[in-house]
């Protein structure tokens, strides 16, 4: 599906629903411009371009994410600091 900026501008509900089933391309000054997919598609796009599957997670894009998804590592982590201490510690100026 093709539409100008103004017509999916206008019908912006419409649009959303539309790249559900099929992107649909957006045309500015008479040229392609953009193009509306819906997530699942983009999603799709992007774990392609990375050569992971669907079914892979996406890497962390967040330090929020990143504690989330490892918690229990870097739990592990803790604990081996707190019973061994940091390797070198003494030779570090902080």
């Known amino acids: 599906m093709e539409v100008t900026a103004t017509e999916a501008k206008n019908r912006l509900g419409q649009m959303l629903e539309a790249c559900q089933r099929e ?3 957006i045309e500015k000054s008479g ?4 193009v509306l997919l819906s ?9 392609a371009a990375e ?8 890497p ?4 929020a994410e990143f504690a989330e998804r490892y918690k229990d590592w870097i739990a592990e982590q ?8 940091i390797w070198n510690q003494e030779f570090r100026t902080w």
Request: hydrophobic fraction near 30%.
């Open 39 to 47: 997530a699942e598609r983009y999603d799709a796009l992007v774990a």
């Open 51 to 58: 050569g992971r599957t669907e079914d892979e997670p996406a």
């Open 31 to 34: 040229r392609r411009h953009s």
């Open 78 to 85: 803790n604990r081996h600091v707190e019973k061994y201490g």
């Open 60 to 63: 962390p894009r967040t330090a």
């Open 23 to 25: 992107p649909v391309v």
